[in-house]
């Protein structure tokens, strides 16, 4: 009796005095919903959210705001095992190898949509050394009872495509694979069905264009954050006051790009532009670019590999990003179809629109990607998109003859209208003074009567507007978004089918030629995009490969 109240009073004593109670595993999973019943369905709310770009790895459970993790392609990442240089005392301060302008940042990168000089090889054990990794360190879950939503480029390449899909389900046995195109997420991520997805990547910036869930329109430049970080290298690399050599850059790839992260920064646009179509984010960015001292003397460090700083000017990390990103230093007659600046391919996408898809698009521009982290940079996009619209309106033909040609025909509709009043005042005769002044008939041009109200459709209006809200179009207007992966989670959560969803037997029994090449499980007669299925529209025996076709 004694040893049983010894050993509460000590419970009693050791619960007051806060010891930590005895070890556990902890929880692992997102939480699920209070009203779920622990069925066997309860499994399939546990769907992994897999996000692959040239250079990053984002992976978590679908229902949460943001991946468990980024995981990176660099040389750290692909040492073989039992590989401790980085522990070696002298180690970080040797002197790298120098990288050339054409290999720049090859080491740091996963693919790149340019096949001809990628090892394919390569590319799977890195898709299979970070996934693994991603499985046995963050996600802590078996893979073979999961399923995954793969976010992907709509332009990946039917080789890479291939591989990646093998590798997931040869090596990890995942049971399906939907897949999901990031424009498309990234627009549902916005909270929206339609928008313009400027997406400023590693080796190229994509524009796409996303009407009702679908891709109707996508054009690319290598105007993109691998040129940004490059024009930044070679500016270090004057500032410590060597040559600037494209074959053999001293810089190395580590500092070029911390210095682009931390410091770099784009100044905004000079041109007049309404102030009502900016977000309140945008005006104080705006307003803290504007007051800011670009004389301002920024001590940094010329290498990574040395202590010796030097003071430049802040203004210093403005120069590489704005001709890289925006074109700046050249005229646009110098530059292909393939690099054509960010602003100036963006309101050619526009152009390229139907007017009703670009006054729903142009209202609703959503910039995404590494390079949109830039501070101003979105800011100048807006801008010399409005003043670009304001300058040549939406004709596609520009230059001297072309406002020539709009001077013309200002002038003759300005005269047509002089005419036209005059046709409106009645003339008197002054042989027939009998017929009275407002009895004259007057001629109006057809062309200048105002139409003629319908009823019906201003009943129509009316009662479409006390169940609708009202849609802006017509106004550059930029809205944010969570990104591409969060898009997918919130896809998730609807429990919904895609229009690419793939199965492993059907897969490993006969690959990519078991795809259908029909754009099917939709009734439109256009190419899907790779969005969401319409519900009520009946399922086909295989698959589609969607967009990706």
């Known amino acids: 009796m004694a040893n049983e109240a010894g050993h509460i009073h000590s419970r009693t004593l050791s619960y007051i005095t806060g010891f930590p109670p005895s070890p556990h595993t902890p929880s692992r999973g997102p939480a699920t919903s209070t009203f779920s019943s622990p069925g066997s369905y309860r499994a399939e709310e546990h769907v992994l959210i897999f996000e692959f770009g040239s250079r990053y790895l984002r992976a978590g459970f679908a229902g949460e705001s943001a991946p468990r993790c980024t995981l990176s392609f660099g040389p750290q990442q692909s040492r073989r095992a039992g590989d401790f240089r980085d522990y070696i005392a002298d180690y970080q301060s040797r002197q790298r190898l120098k990288e050339s302008a054409q290999k720049w940042g090859a080491n740091h990168e996963l693919w790149r949509m340019d096949l001809r000089e990628v090892d394919l090889g390569l590319v799977e054990d890195k898709v299979e050394r970070a996934v693994r990794d991603a499985y046995h360190r963050y996600l802590l879950v078996d893979s073979k009872t999961r399923r995954m939503i793969l976010v992907l480029p709509s332009v990946v390449p039917h080789p890479l495509l291939s591989l990646v899909l093998s590798c997931l389900f040869s090596h990890f046995q995942i049971p399906g694979i939907t897949l999901f195109s990031a424009p498309t997420l990234s627009v549902v991520a916005a909270g929206l069905r339609s928008g313009l997805v400027i997406d400023i990547g590693w080796h190229e910036t994509t524009i796409t264009a996303v009407y009702e869930y679908r891709e109707v329109y996508q054009s690319r430049t290598t105007c993109a954050m691998k040129l940004a970080t490059l024009r930044m290298a070679m500016t270090l690399q004057r500032l410590s006051g060597k040559p600037v050599d494209e074959h053999q850059l001293d810089v190395d790839f580590d500092h070029a790009e911390e210095v682009t992260t931390r410091m770099a920064w784009c100044r905004t646009s000079c041109g007049k532009s309404s102030g009502s179509t900016k977000g309140i984010e945008e005006r104080l960015q705006d307003f803290n670019l504007q007051n800011i001292d670009e004389d301002l003397m920024v001590s940094i460090p010329l290498s990574s590999t040395s202590s010796r700083q030097t003071q430049v000017p802040f203004s210093t990390f403005c120069q590489p990003i704005e001709p890289a990103l925006l074109g700046t230093d050249s005229p646009p007659r110098e530059f292909d179809d393939h690099e054509q600046p960010i602003d100036q391919l963006l309101y050619k996408a526009l152009l390229s629109l139907p007017a009703d898809v670009r006054g729903i698009c142009m209202a609703r521009l959503i910039i995404t990607g590494g390079g949109s982290n830039i501070p101003g940079l979105k800011s100048r996009l807006v801008n010399d998109l409005t003043a670009t619209v304001e300058q040549r309106g939406w004709d596609p033909v520009y230059g001297k003859a072309a406002d020539n040609y709009r001077k013309t025909q200002e002038e003759t509709a300005k005269s047509r209208r002089n005419a036209s009043s005059k046709l409106k005042t009645p003339l008197k005769s002054s042989e027939d003074t009998s017929v009275p002044d407002d009895s004259t008939p007057t001629p109006v041009i057809a062309a200048l009567e ?78 899907p995009g790779p969005g969401l299925a319409r519900a009520g529209v009946p399922e086909k025996a295989g698959w589609t490969l969607g967009a990706w076709a």
């Open 450 to 527: 105002s139409q003629v109200p319908d009823p019906i459709e201003e009943k129509l209006r009316r009662e479409e507007a006390k169940v609708s809200k009202p849609t802006v179009v017509g106004v550059i207007r930029g809205v944010e978004t969570l990104g591409a992966w969060a898009g997918a989670s919130l896809v998730a959560g609807l429990r919904i089918k895609g229009i690419v969803e793939i199965e492993k037997e059907v897969f490993l029994q006969h690959g990519m030629a078991g795809a259908k090449r029909e754009m099917d499980i939709s009734v439109a007669p256009n190419k």
